[in-house]
C-alpha cells in the first residue's frame, strides 16, 4: 500500500533501520527527504539529485546541514531556492542572502521564516 510506505517514510518516529529499508524503494525518496530522522549521508545524496523535488525535500528538512543549505540557497530551481528559505532551522545569513533573491516567491518564504527579522 504506497500511501502507509509513504506515511512510514515521512513520519517522526519512524526508526532509522526501517529508514534505510524504505531508501531502497526509489518511490520513497521524497518522503524520505523530508524526514529530520534522515541521516546527514542520505540528505547530501538526494541533494546531488537531478530530481528538483527531491532536492526541494532536503531543502526544507530542519536536520539539512548548514552547508548544504547554502548550496540549495544557490540552486538554479527557484522551487528549490523557496524550499531553503521555508526551512524552520535556516541561519540567518542564508536568510538575509535569500531575502534578496531575483524570484518573488523565494523573496517572500524568506520574509515568512520564523527567524527572518528585518
Do not use: C
Not at 534505510?20 to 549521508?41: M, Q
Not at 552547508?67 to 540549495?72: I, K
Not at 538554479?76 to 523557496?82: F, I, L
Request: hydrophobic share 35%; charged share 30%; proline share 8%.
Amino acid at each position: 500500500i504506497p500511501l502507509v510506505r509513504q506515511f512510514v517514510a515521512e513520519h517522526l518516529t519512524t526508526p532509522l533501520e526501517v529508514l534505510l529499508e524504505l531508501s531502497k524503494d526509489s518511490d520513497l525518496t521524497y518522503w524520505i527527504a523530508g524526514n529530520p530522522n534522515t541521516p546527514v549521508d542520505m540528505l547530501n545524496q538526494y541533494a546531488r539529485s537531478d530530481d528538483e523535488n527531491l532536492r526541494a525535500s532536503v531543502a526544507v528538512n530542519p536536520s539539512t546541514p548548514k552547508g548544504r543549505l547554502e548550496r540549495l540557497s544557490e540552486d538554479e530551481s527557484e522551487a528549490v531556492r523557496t524550499a531553503v528559505a521555508k526551512n524552520p532551522r535556516l541561519p540567518k545569513d542564508i536568510l538575509e542572502a535569500l531575502s534578496k533573491d531575483s524570484n518573488e516567491d523565494v523573496r517572500d518564504a524568506a520574509t515568512s521564516n520564523p527567524n527572518w527579522s528585518a
